[in-house]
């Protein structure tokens, strides 16, 4: 098993431009989630899934779109990017109470 | 809401040295209680858990126990090692929610 995994690691946009942050999951995971996590704040939920078609926010889901069409995938969409958007962002999938993060994911919007 | 405080860091200890980071939490419903560690450049991984009071959570020579009194889940080990460098992550999940609440994270750093 791969686990989590996300590309790109590292990201630089300037304001204004859209990208797509994309997570995937090989355990058949029904729940997944994005979190972004900046320091001294903790990691705050942005959006998340319990399965395939059905998505809801978290607590900073502002400037950020989601969409779940498979149990696999559950890409992060930056519509135009914001300097306050520079973070580390992490997707999660979890199986009953374990929750498995991805590597990350660091943006940087100049 | 639900909350989760962790104590301020960093945390500096030497080798061998005596561990505890407290985490105290205010929730809605009944929790599940969580330490996460986050080693440099990755991402988290689940340490311990506790899903109900008075339970033992531990791990790699990490303990916590749940405290519904206290509302404390105070993460402790007897003797550190550098390895052990990390920002440690207390969190809770209200029993039947969907989120994970984060503490803000406390950063330690082990030194030889």
């Known amino acids: 098993n791969a686990g989590v995994t996300q590309t790109p690691k590292f990201q630089v946009l300037k304001t204004g431009q859209s990208m797509t942050l994309q997570c995937a999951q090989d355990?058949?995971?029904?729940?997944m989630s994005w979190y972004r996590q900046d320091p001294g704040m903790g990691l705050r939920l942005i959006h998340y899934?319990?399965?395939?078609?059905?998505?809801d926010q978290g607590e900073v889901p502002n400037g950020y779109n989601v969409s779940r069409s498979t149990t696999e995938d559950f890409p992060l969409r930056l519509l135009s990017a914001a300097p306050s958007q520079t973070s580390v962002y992490f997707c999660?999938?979890?199986?009953?109470?374990?929750?498995?993060f991805g590597p990350g994911t660091r943006l940087t919007v100049t | 809401g639900d909350s989760v405080t962790q104590m301020e860091g960093p945390v500096t200890l030497s080798e061998e040295a005596f561990l505890t980071i407290n985490c105290t939490y205010t929730?809605?419903?009944?929790?599940?209680l969580f330490w996460y560690v986050q080693y440099p450049g990755e991402g988290l991984q689940l340490l311990l858990k506790a899903t109900k009071a008075d339970d033992k959570g531990s791990n790699k020579g990490f303990e916590a126990t749940y405290r519904k009194e206290t509302t404390s889940f105070h993460l402790e080990k007897g003797s550190v090692q550098v390895s052990d460098s990390a920002v440690y992550f207390c969190a809770l999940r209200i029993q039947g929610a969907q989120k994970l609440v984060f503490g803000q994270g406390t950063r330690l750093t082990i030194n030889p």
């Open positions: 929730a809605t419903g009944y929790p599940s």
């Open positions: 999660a999938s979890r199986q009953l109470d374990e929750q498995y």
């Open positions: 355990m058949n995971h029904e729940y």
């Open positions: 899934s319990v399965g395939a078609g059905i998505t």
